[in-house]
Each structure stands twice: as structure tokens, then as C-alpha cells.
């Protein structure tokens, strides 16, 4: 049986006196969350120590960052690596969002590559963004180039490593827009990621993977996305930066 992860993603939000007081609001709410729901927050570099101080001790949540380099170490300007990460203690990595891709070079094969890096690691496993653009759904063409991003960002990756990785289905068109995808839309793309993971490795696996819906997602729209068959969770953006909100959404289904 899949536990369902719901995770914010902060983006570029929230000081440190901002993500402190989320952090004490969220702790006073860990009690209403189900046994079966993991929740993690995505916040900033510069946050993320005041996040692990704070919610540490709270083994229900756990604290990730939204990009990383492949590379440990380098001449690579403004990146931060893999072991700094570690050395902060974070338990989750971002990677592949669609805004990382639109505007900042990353690739299916930079993808891969941190996916590889990040799974050298035993305590920190990935969500890897994957979704199509409005273009591409108008053209119909939707599940083959997700399909196509799974195929690469899954390369030379092992079976026991490919169950580590949780996969996060936004549509472009859904992130930040206020337009959901509808349940079923969510659901059927959802499937064929599982499906696509299956071919690659086996039923086994892929009935391991945890894949999210994200774009969009509210306390108003969770329940149904999340009583969906493979839907196991949310990367929630905009809602995740109050408390209330977040707290709607993980205790929706
Ligand atoms: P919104 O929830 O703000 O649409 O953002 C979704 C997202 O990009 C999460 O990674």
C-alpha cells in the first residue's frame, strides 16, 4: 500500500521570520494529520536550516530543497551541491520542475544526471517534475512526451533505486493558473507514468512509485484528486505557503 506524500513547494517565498512562524503554526497542527500521510516542505537554501531546527524533531515532516548541481564540487557559480545538502540535513531534492527547465537550461540529460547523483545518497530521495506544456496538450501529444521524459530521466537507473523516486505529474498549464487539471485528466496521465515506469522495470516497482499531482491543487480540489487510483499525493505551490492551507490539503483525503 502507497503512503501519500503531500509537498509544498515554496519557490522563491518566504524570509527567515516567515518560514519560522510557519514552521510553529505547522507543528500545532502535526496532530490532525492521518498516519498514512506523509508532508514535506520545499523551502529556499537559505531557509532550510531554520526549517530543520524547527520541525527536526517532528519525524512527520520532512524538509526539501528545489535544485541541486550534479557535480559535488566545482567551478560552478551560484550552484550548491548534493553533499552541501546532506550536510544540512534535508531528506528530499526537487528536481526537474518545469520553471527549472523553462528557465533555467535544465535538461532531460541534467535530469538524469542529478537523479543519479541524488540516489548515491541513502537518506535523500528525489521528486522529479514531469508535465507537458499547453502546446503540447492542444497538440494531443501529451503522454508521449511525458512518457518520453520518464524514459530519460529513469536511464541507468536501478530497479531498487527507481522505487525511490517519487514522480510529480504538473502540467504546465495547471502551475500557478488557477486551472486545475480535472481529476480524470490528472488520473489518466498519472496511469501512464505507472504504466511507462512498468515497461521499464516491472509492475513491482512501478506499484511502489509514488506519483503526485501537481498545479494548482487546493483544500477545495484535494479530496478528489487524491481519491484517485494513482494519484499518491500533491506538489502543492501557491498553498503551500499558508499554514491553513497546507494543513486543508494534507488532511483532505
Ligand atoms: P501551484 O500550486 O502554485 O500551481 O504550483 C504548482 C507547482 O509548481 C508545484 O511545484
Given at each position: 500500500?502507497r503512503?501519500?506524500?503531500?509537498?509544498?513547494?515554496?519557490?522563491?517565498h518566504?524570509n527567515?521570520?516567515?518560514?519560522s512562524?510557519?514552521?510553529?503554526e505547522?507543528?500545532?497542527?502535526?496532530?490532525?494529520?492521518s498516519?498514512?500521510?506523509?508532508i514535506?516542505?520545499?523551502?529556499?537554501?537559505?531557509?532550510?536550516?531554520?526549517?530543520?531546527?524547527?520541525?527536526?524533531?517532528?519525524?512527520?515532516?520532512l524538509?526539501?530543497?528545489?535544485?541541486?548541481?550534479y557535480?559535488?564540487?566545482?567551478?560552478f557559480?551560484?550552484?550548491?551541491s548534493i553533499?552541501?545538502?546532506?550536510?544540512?540535513?534535508?531528506d528530499?531534492?526537487?528536481?526537474?520542475?518545469?520553471?527549472?527547465?523553462?528557465?533555467?537550461?535544465e535538461?532531460?540529460?541534467?535530469?538524469?544526471?542529478?537523479?543519479?547523483?541524488?540516489?548515491?545518497?541513502?537518506d535523500?530521495?528525489?521528486?522529479?517534475?514531469?508535465?507537458?506544456?499547453?502546446?503540447?496538450?492542444?497538440?494531443?501529444?501529451?503522454?508521449?512526451?511525458?512518457?518520453s521524459?520518464i524514459v530519460?530521466?529513469?536511464?541507468?537507473i536501478?530497479?531498487?533505486?527507481?522505487?525511490?523516486?517519487?514522480?510529480?505529474?504538473?502540467p504546465?498549464?495547471?502551475?500557478?493558473?488557477?486551472?486545475?487539471?480535472?481529476s480524470?485528466?490528472?488520473q489518466?496521465m498519472?496511469?501512464?507514468?505507472?504504466?511507462k515506469?512498468?515497461?521499464?522495470?516491472?509492475?513491482a516497482v512501478?506499484?511502489?512509485?509514488?506519483?503526485?499531482y501537481?498545479g494548482?491543487?487546493k483544500?477545495a480540489?484535494a479530496?478528489?484528486?487524491?481519491s484517485?487510483?494513482?494519484i499518491?499525493?500533491?506538489?502543492?505551490?501557491?498553498?503551500s505557503?499558508?499554514?491553513?492551507?497546507?494543513?486543508g490539503?494534507?488532511?483532505?483525503?
Amino acid at each position: 500500500m502507497r503512503r501519500l506524500l503531500i509537498a509544498g513547494n515554496w519557490k522563491m517565498h518566504k524570509n527567515k521570520a516567515e518560514a519560522s512562524a510557519f514552521a510553529q503554526e505547522l507543528k500545532g497542527k502535526i496532530s490532525q494529520l492521518s498516519e498514512n500521510v506523509d508532508i514535506a516542505i520545499c523551502a529556499p537554501f537559505t531557509q532550510l536550516d531554520t526549517l530543520i531546527e524547527a520541525l527536526g524533531d517532528e519525524k512527520r515532516v520532512l524538509i526539501g530543497a528545489q535544485n541541486a548541481h550534479y557535480e559535488d564540487a566545482g567551478a560552478f557559480t551560484g550552484e550548491i551541491s548534493i553533499p552541501m545538502l546532506k550536510e544540512v540535513g534535508v531528506d528530499l531534492l526537487i528536481i526537474g520542475h518545469s520553471e527549472r527547465r523553462q528557465y533555467f537550461g535544465e535538461t532531460d540529460e541534467t535530469v538524469n544526471l542529478k537523479l543519479k547523483r541524488i540516489l548515491k545518497e541513502e537518506d535523500i530521495n528525489p521528486i522529479l517534475c514531469v508535465g507537458e506544456s499547453l502546446e503540447i496538450r492542444e497538440s494531443g501529444e501529451e503522454n508521449s512526451f511525458v512518457e518520453s521524459q520518464i524514459v530519460a530521466a529513469f536511464k541507468d537507473i536501478s530497479a531498487e533505486d527507481a522505487k525511490r523516486i517519487t514522480v510529480a505529474y504538473e502540467p504546465i498549464w495547471a502551475i500557478g493558473t488557477g486551472k486545475t487539471a480535472s481529476s480524470q485528466q490528472a488520473q489518466d496521465m498519472c496511469k501512464v507514468i505507472r504504466q511507462k515506469i512498468s515497461d521499464l522495470y516491472s509492475d513491482a516497482v512501478s506499484d511502489e512509485v509514488i506519483i503526485q499531482y501537481g498545479g494548482s491543487v487546493k483544500p477545495a480540489n484535494a479530496k478528489e484528486l487524491l481519491s484517485m487510483e494513482d494519484i499518491d499525493g500533491a506538489l502543492v505551490g501557491g498553498a503551500s505557503l499558508k499554514v491553513e492551507d497546507f494543513v486543508g490539503i494534507c488532511t483532505a483525503k
